[in-house]
């Protein structure tokens, strides 16, 4: 089994900065894992954020937040961050760290075989 654990939210003003991290553990983990983050607000579908693949060399970021999200990782540390600048309103929602048994994933949430608890992160105008 695999664990995730989010970490890092909280509440911001509109400009502001937040790093969400995710801890990963677990007897099966290995680095050999994507990682992805997908957030979800209230009454809305989850919604993918961003993915790494397990090197770190490759990532991707949904339109909404090019420019001013960025994702890495530290494999020593078995550990993925979510670095979010710029912050809006409509990011407000809560943040979900996800882990895939594969080089790269994608934007599909089905493609992702553990997730996290997540972490809430609001954002005030």
């Known amino acids: 089994q695999v664990q995730l654990v989010e970490s890092g939210g909280g509440l911001v003003q509109a400009g502001g900065s937040l790093r969400l991290s995710c801890a990963a553990s677990?007897?099966?983990?290995?680095?050999?894992?994507?990682m992805g983050w997908f957030r979800q607000a209230p009454g809305k579908e989850r919604e993918f954020v961003a993915t790494?693949?397990?090197?770190?060399?490759?990532?991707d970021l949904a339109d909404s937040v090019k420019g001013r999200f960025t994702i890495s990782r530290d494999n020593a540390k078995n550990t993925v961050y979510l670095r979010m600048n710029g912050l809006k309103p409509e990011d407000t929602a809560i943040y979900y760290c996800a882990a895939d048994r594969s080089y790269y994933s994608g934007t599909d949430a089905g493609d992702y075989d553990y997730w996290g608890q997540g972490t809430q992160v609001t954002v005030s105008s």
């Open positions: 790494i693949s397990w090197s770190g060399g490759s990532t």
């Open positions: 677990g007897r099966t983990f290995s680095s050999y894992y994507a």
